[in-house]
């Protein structure tokens, strides 16, 4: 079974503050993928990477960073926390066109 | 205008009813995906399906590419099936970047 694991669970910050929300796979996926999920707007994709040491963005990257330093590792960085950035956040890991496995999310709380 | 439409927004069932869901997208497909989010949850892959269509267990994934549908077939409701469905499509081949439809809130009563 897929294992995607993200930290932390939950996280209350302040406006802006900077938060670095961090993903950890163990499938030796090539991808790996950061969402928002929003009451009326579903899942939407934030930044995205195809390896280590490469980001992209996806639909709605401003007012984030991601890093990828490992296969592993991906993480999503907000440098200036906003209270519209208050959401779900979960993270994904993949091979192309093939099945995505999610991590349980990470729930941010920006005051 | 979005890409992907599900319908319906919200089902109610009694257990043991079958229940039919419908993810109808306005771009072409290259792979998709069903996917079951408990409240407050994860989500949980059910079905990788392009085209065709997939058994597991209790349900069946069906999607029909020229006609821009999936589907996903639950029979014999429970309970436990409560909770929200999600399809997603991929863009552009081999890229693994989803888009999303709102879901389906389905729930089961006893």
């Known amino acids: 079974e897929a294992a995607v694991t993200q930290s932390p669970r939950n996280k209350v910050a302040v406006t802006g503050g900077k938060v670095t929300l961090s993903c950890n796979q163990t499938n030796n996926h090539n991808n790996m993928y950061w969402y928002r999920q929003d009451t009326g707007h579903g899942l939407r994709l934030i930044h995205y990477s195809y390896g280590a040491g490469s980001t992209e963005k996806g639909d709605i990257p401003d007012g984030y960073k991601a890093s990828r330093p490992s296969q592993e590792n991906f ?17 994904a890991s993949g091979t192309g066109s093939y099945e995505q496995y999610f991590g349980p999310g990470t729930r941010l709380t920006v005051l | 205008g979005q890409q992907v439409q599900q319908s319906p927004a919200s089902l109610v069932l ?16 290259n792979s998709m995906q ?50 929200t469905y999600l399809c997603a499509l991929e863009r552009g081949a081999n890229t693994g970047k989803l888009t999303f439809g709102h879901g389906t809130i389905l729930r089961v009563h006893p």
């Open chain 2, 34 to 83: 069903w996917f079951y989010q408990r409240p407050g949850g994860s989500l949980v892959s059910l079905f990788y399906n392009p085209s065709g269509t997939k058994h597991s267990g209790r349900l069946t994934s069906t999607t029909v590419i020229k006609e821009r549908r999936s589907s996903l077939h639950i029979s014999s409701s429970q309970t436990t099936d409560s909770g």
């Open chain 2, 14 to 29: 009694q257990e043991g009813e079958n229940a039919e869901l419908q993810c109808n997208f306005s771009t072409s497909l």
């Open chain 1, 75 to 91: 993480s999503l960085i907000l440098e200036l926390a906003t209270p519209s950035q208050t959401s779900v956040y979960f993270c």
